[in-house]
Structures are given as structure tokens and as C-alpha cells.
């Protein structure tokens, strides 16, 4: 189990970027994915993307289009997401959170992750 904190949200006009990051301060295992979910008021909580930590592998929800990367620092046990082209509807509480590496595969759900951060506030308007 890791003890995930999430950093860099912020307010951002439309068409900026941001980059969050997702430290773990417990173990960075290898047979383990860290996902990025997403939650705007009065919607579900949605997958975002995720990363397995044993090879690096990645999937991306419909619809990101190329705009967000995900990527891990192995030696920082950091997980990144990087926003880029942000629209008014990507503002939201972003999380990450622990799941095992077959969990990210295809869809990212959240009943599939078990560790959660508190998540950071994006807020992308003018």
C-alpha cells in the first residue's frame, strides 16, 4: 500500500497546460498501476488514464485525444499527468490512486483501485 498525494492543480485559461504529479511515499511496486481519475460536481467520478509501474505501459480514456500524457519517475516514486490544451470541461477534482497492474487495461474503473489520494482542484476557465 502507498500513501498517495496529489500537486499542480490550479486555475488555467483554456488552451494551458498543467502537469500533476502523484507522489507515493510507500512501496512503488512493480505488479501495481497508478490511475488518474477525474470528478466535476454533480458528475461520476471517470477514469482519466493510468500507467503500469512494472513497464510503463498506458491506456487513455475516449475522448483525450492526445492532450494529456501520463508518465513515472521510478526513482522520484512520482506518477505525472500532463495537461495540455485544457478545456472548461476538464475542470475537476483530479485523483489518483493504486491499483494492481491488470486494472490498467482498456477501462479504468474505479471500483478497480484501491488506495486513493484527496485529490487537487483543476479549474480551466477565463
Known amino acids: 500500500q502507498s500513501q498517495l498525494v496529489e500537486s499542480g492543480g490550479g486555475l488555467v485559461q483554456p488552451g494551458g497546460s498543467l502537469r500533476l504529479s502523484c507522489a507515493a511515499s510507500g512501496f512503488f511496486l512493480e505488479h501495481a498501476a497508478i490511475a488518474w481519475f477525474r470528478q466535476a460536481p454533480g458528475k461520476e467520478r471517470e477514469g482519466v488514464s493510468c500507467?503500469?509501474?512494472?513497464?510503463?505501459?498506458?491506456h487513455f480514456a475516449d475522448g483525450i485525444h492526445g492532450r494529456f500524457i501520463i508518465s513515472k519517475d521510478d526513482a522520484k516514486k512520482t506518477v505525472y499527468l500532463e495537461m495540455n490544451n485544457l478545456k472548461p470541461e476538464d475542470t475537476g477534482v483530479y485523483y489518483c490512486?493504486?491499483?494492481?497492474?491488470?486494472?490498467?487495461?482498456?477501462?479504468?474503473?474505479?471500483?478497480?483501485?484501491?488506495?486513493w489520494g484527496r485529490g487537487t482542484q483543476v479549474t480551466v476557465s477565463s
Open positions: 490512486a493504486q491499483g494492481m497492474h491488470y486494472h490498467c487495461a482498456g477501462y479504468v474503473r474505479p471500483d478497480d483501485y484501491q488506495y
Open positions: 500507467i503500469r509501474l512494472r513497464d510503463g505501459i498506458t
